[in-house]
């Protein structure tokens, strides 16, 4: 696969001809040890897939249940007990109060360890930090869509990589993870 480098940002784009190759990029993402500490910002017109996207990886990180959309909520925050692993789901879609930030606890929630997920991070400019991968959606068709990667970090270049893996090759051990070795 071909990577395009434009420092300091690595770009990469895909095409999932359907909703498996949705699911099966979740799984490698969640198999990244880096999206342990992570900002992945979700970007795409409404029924590009991005809470779909994230309901395939919080299955692939072991969340048994229901996936709500947060639209309403804002924010929607999971406690995945076995990996010891907390994520926040956002949809900003309706974010337009600067107080909430505050208020809803939403600065804590960016200063905490574990994975923040962000539809529509565009109403929440100015707010939100550098996002470590962002994951840019287009339908093309019914089912395909097709999709640019962006890593802006240490931490979304792990990401990247994960993702870029094949998945029969054995994955990279932690102490590999170029996110580690950030000075
Ligand atoms: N390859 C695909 N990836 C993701 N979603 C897909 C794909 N093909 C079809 N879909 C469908 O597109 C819709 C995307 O909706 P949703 O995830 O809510 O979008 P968004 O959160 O971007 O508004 C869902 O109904 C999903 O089943
Ligand atoms: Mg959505």
Known sequence: MRIEVS???IVKSLLWPDETATQRF??????????????VELQG????GKTT???????????????????YAVV??????DLQLNVWHFDFYRF????????????????????????????????????????????????????GLTAQTAVGLALLQAVSRDPSAPALPVSQDPAEQQP
């Open 7 to 9: 420092h300091p940002l």
């Open 26 to 39: 979740a799984a490698a993402l969640a198999s990244a040890p880096a999206l342990r500490n992570a900002f």
């Open 45 to 48: 017109e409404l029924g590009s």
């Open 53 to 71: 996207l994230v309901r395939y990886l919080l299955r692939a990180l072991g969340l048994p249940g229901r996936v709500k959309s947060p639209t």
């Open 76 to 81: 929607e925050p999971y406690e995945l007990t």
């Open 96 to 147: 337009s109060d600067p107080r909430e930030w505050e208020d809803a606890g939403f600065r804590d929630i960016f200063a905490s360890k574990g994975l923040k997920l962000a539809e529509w991070p565009q109403k929440a400019v100015g707010f939100l930090p550098r996002a470590d991968l962002i994951i840019e959606l287009e339908a093309v068709s019914e089912a395909s869509r097709q999709v």
